[in-house]
């Protein structure tokens, strides 16, 4: 059975703060994605890894994939308060998504 | 990227009636899925909807509860049957990606069951 396990599951950081979203899985796999999801809305895809070492940025948010550790990062740089909202990784077992269950983070002044 | 229109976006539904979710595809895929997303919780994957045979559910779901049609490449409705208040919870919608493309979601279908 294939576990995706995010921690923190909770995270209020004050704007300006760099953090981490650790995101481990239990099986082989080479794809891993990552959304995000504000209140009463649907997900947005953020990052797609598609291999090991594969990293990829977008504004104050750096996502990276270990496939050997079975590990992605989620770097939040320089936080503001618009990146408040839940972040999900999500690995393909068979075809369909498997998600962690999610980091609900702050920002606070 | 697929978009994907679903409907309704929200019902407010007696205990004991079903409700009837559908997802239209702005392109032919093979494959459909289905998810449910339980208050404050992560999603949940209910079953894999293929054209043109069955479709196949998780474990603790079953096709009496949450039947699912898909009779084309680009439509699927997956319907809550006898719902009781347990069922109130966002069920979504969600195709495959390609390549660099992330797996794209239905807007979600918010159900509370009364």
């Known amino acids: 059975e294939l576990k995706v396990e995010q921690n923190p599951l909770f995270l209020s950081m004050q704007e300006g703060k760099n953090y981490t979203i650790y995101c481990n899985y239990s099986t082989t796999s080479d794809r891993l994605y990552w959304y995000r999801q504000d209140p009463g809305k649907s997900l947005e895809s953020l990052f797609v890894?598609?291999?090991?070492?594969a990293v990829k940025q977008e504004g104050r948010l750096m996502a990276s994939l270990d496939t050997k550790a079975r590990l992605s990062t989620l770097h939040i740089t320089a936080a503001v308060h618009d990146l408040s909202a839940t972040y999900f990784c999500?690995?393909?077992?068979?075809?369909?998504?498997?998600f962690g269950k999610g980091t609900s983070l702050l920002v606070t002044p | 990227s697929a978009v994907i229109s679903q409907k309704p976006s929200r019902d407010i539904c007696q205990r004991g009636t079903s409700l009837t979710i559908q997802c239209q595809v702005d392109s032919q895929v093979t494959m459909m899925f289905w998810y449910r997303q339980q208050p404050g919780q992560s999603l949940t994957l209910i079953a894999t909807a293929n054209q043109g045979s069955e479709a196949t559910y998780e474990s603790g779901f079953v096709i009496d509860k949450f039947p699912i049609s898909r009779p084309n490449l680009t439509f699927s409705t997956l319907t809550v049957s006898n719902m009781s208040p347990e069922d109130s919870s966002i069920y979504l919608c969600?195709?495959?990606?390609?390549?660099?493309?992330?797996?794209?979601f239905g807007s979600g279908t918010r159900l509370t069951v009364v």
């Open positions: 969600s195709v495959p990606g390609v390549g660099n493309y992330g797996y794209t």
């Open positions: 999500a690995v393909v077992m068979g075809y369909a998504l498997n």
């Open positions: 890894l598609l291999s090991n070492g």
